[in-house]
Nanobody, 126 residues
Framework: QLRLVESGGGLAQPGGSLTLSCVAS????????VAWFRQVPGKEREGISC????????RYVDSVKGRFTLSRDNAANTVTLQMINLKPEDTGTYFC???????????????????WGQGTQVTVSS
């Protein structure tokens, strides 16, 4: 059974940076597409980035393009989200999610992801 654990959240100032990690256990993450979602209270979970199972192709929503970089290290069973030039609207709880053989074709839809971590809080504030 795949288990995902996020870390790296915290408080950052506007313009600052944070790096989030999603570490998998229980099975190899190599066969999964992995996405990051964020959620703020009262709103739906928003898919912001995804990396495919094959070839490690990455996709981003427009609001984070050029600021967030997603990468995967299959040997370490880890997916990393580097975030720079953070904005207050990036505040939220960040979740990683995995989809077996995932292609990220509909990565903004949380329904397709069967495995979730517990989330890590990111707060961007001066």
């Amino acid at each position: 059974q795949l288990r995902l654990v996020e870390s790296g959240g915290g408080l950052a100032q506007p313009g600052g940076s944070l790096t989030l990690s999603c570490v998998a256990s229980g099975t190899s993450l190599a066969h999964y597409g992995v996405a990051w979602f964020r959620q703020v209270p009262g709103k739906e979970r928003e898919g912001i980035s995804c990396v495919t199972e094959k070839n490690g192709i990455t996709r981003y929503v427009d609001s984070v393009k050029g600021r967030f970089t997603l990468s995967r290290d299959n040997a370490a069973n880890t997916v990393t989200l580097q975030m720079i030039n953070l904005k207050p609207e990036d505040t939220g709880t960040y979740f990683c999610a995995a989809d077996l053989f995932g292609t990220c074709s509909d990565f903004e839809n949380p329904i397709i992801f069967g495995h979730w971590g517990q989330g890590t809080q990111v707060t961007v504030s001066s």
